[in-house]
């Protein structure tokens, strides 16, 4: 879609694993608790996203 | 979950306040209700999922409210409520849940609140109730029981219908096993097409205009930077020009300081060439009076030199002059010949008169010129003296004329010398005009200086406004990167997802019929065998000469299909894989079974077997049965039995609960 380059970056499989079982994690929460909107879910999922990339371990 | 007690007030055909105690022995794991045809047996299933969800599903739109209290309530006027209460166990934690309509009587007739209440609280460590908000009871109780599995759990067999055409079953399935989760998280990522997804957000977030305008702008201050480099080189080509102008003026000035002497003989040169003229002119004007002058009284001029002659001859002359003045000898003559005097005395030869005439003659030419000197010095005299003035202003006008030549010879001598002096020096004019023209010079340079610190100060302006756009876009851009970064990880996301789920249905497709199978073969007394679609619908099938059938249905087959089918989803449900993260997506769950008339059109044989396996699948199991129904399962199950209630009919409105002890089996 975009022409933008992210040959220089790579996934960082740690942060990947937990952005992994957070979403899951949260996604199954709602399955349960059925409290977040798809909108608001989509929000919470990005802002796992986000804080995973750019936690400093 | 496991579910300690129900207590029902007023609900349909219980009044009162009744209390249900549920065994939660795991030996023990069933509590049995027993009941007649219409005894309540259903309105018990219902009162648990009206207090759950705050819905009902009777056949008869009556009132939730016992008969008999609205009658009561009638008949003293009062208020009273409906209410249903459950105590349960989940995660370790005790909750209350009680739901209450309240009812009130207007004009002889009990009508309910518009809105029923629900109360939720669970019991901490320290033993103290904590409350749960109204607004978080909803989807606490969904966490607990999903309202969608329900109907799997609290099983209405005359409701529940066949298990096949159930449209609820693949989310049922999906929800129990976890794969809603793994399909949830695929549609909230989604794609970068789709606006309301996470990848979809990312790509919107993405300001790929930005980096348009930020390209746009560098491209601007490139340019204004090297229109500015053009600019300044000219500017500093026209300073150099100008210092350079500026130093052949002050030359110049120098110069013309120099030719200060010049300039001041030039002047008196044009003075005196201007008093020159003037001269020269008078001169000629004078010349011009003198010769009025001469040819007024020439024969004077001729005449007089002759005239002085003749009376510088005369002046020793002996003039006698005792003769008459300017008489001459013929007048004398004639009068003596008239013989009368002018006077009147007459003259007569000889007398007095004639004798004084003869003397006269003799002083009168011809025989005296002593007389004719005398008049002719006289006269010259007049004459000489009358030209006095005409030779006074000749010799005026003459004197002038010399003075006007004498004066026109010294200017023109002075002029030559002036002439003389200025020969060889350099001309102030042309050094002026050239000085004129460096200062012209240097005021159209200075304008084109102005001119271009304005296109300088213009091209700085764009340099500035387009490093401010660039700035923020270049962030923009900045920031792209970034959500590039999200995206590339959100994508990473998704491929494991669509994998896991790929994997997960496939492995919960195969189990689920594995489990199935087993429990439909512990249930069922025939050779058939239970097949299950991708949709997670059930069909049974047989072997018929190699070849499998689709077989039909009894009511009793479909019955023992579909606890077949439960008890593999229930034991599937509560299946802990060792390990955890291979499972992240589902909650090990003990749910309960909470079954309305489980054995209705099934046979004796089958409620056998049904009997044996219900327990050992779930943690705990409410059987609320008919007598007869029980007769055929007692023998299976009566060992597991931890608390036995009797719902014992009073009337077509009124039931009581009653709890059967060892003595009253």
Redesign the interface.
Known sequence: ??S?N?EE?E?DKK??EI???R???E?????????KS??A??ET??SI??E??NKKY | MIIKSLEIKNFRQFKNEKKILFSTSESENITLIQGDNTSGKTTLLQAFIWCLYGEANFKSKDSLINTITSYDMMASNSDDEVKVSIELIHHGLIYYISRSLNHVVRINEVKPAPMNIVEMSYKQQDGQQQRIPTHQIKQKIEEILPQDLSTYFLYDTERFGNITTKSDVTDAVKGILGLTVLENTLNHIGKETQKTSLLGKFHASLNLKGNQVADEALKNMQEAEDMKVTLKEREKEKTKELEHYHTAKKQTIEILRGLEESAKLQLEREKKEKELIYEKNFLNESFAQFYRNFKSNTFMYLAKPLMNKALEELKNASVDDKGIKDMNANSIRDIIQRARCVCGTEIVEGNTAHNCLMDELQFLPPESIGNLIRNFKEKTNIMIGASENYFENLNSHFKSILIRQNKISELEDEIESIKSNLKDRDSVRKHQENLTEIENKITNIENLLESLKKQIWDQDKIIETNHKTYSNNIGASEKNREIRVYMEYAQELLKWVETRYSNRENDIKNKLEEKVNEYFTKIYHGSRKVRIDDKYRVTLITTSSDRELITDESQGLETVKNFAFISGLVDMAKEKLNDEKSNLEMDAEDYPLILDAPFSNADEKHVENISKVLPEVARQLILIVMAKDWNYAEKSMKNKVGKRYYLDKKSEVLTEIVEVGEFNV
């Open positions: 879609m975009s933008f992210t970056f996934i942060k990947l952005i992994k079982y979403t899951i994690h996604e199954k929460n709602n399955v349960k608790t059925k409290a798809r909108d879910m989509i999922l990005r996203l986000i995973e990339v």
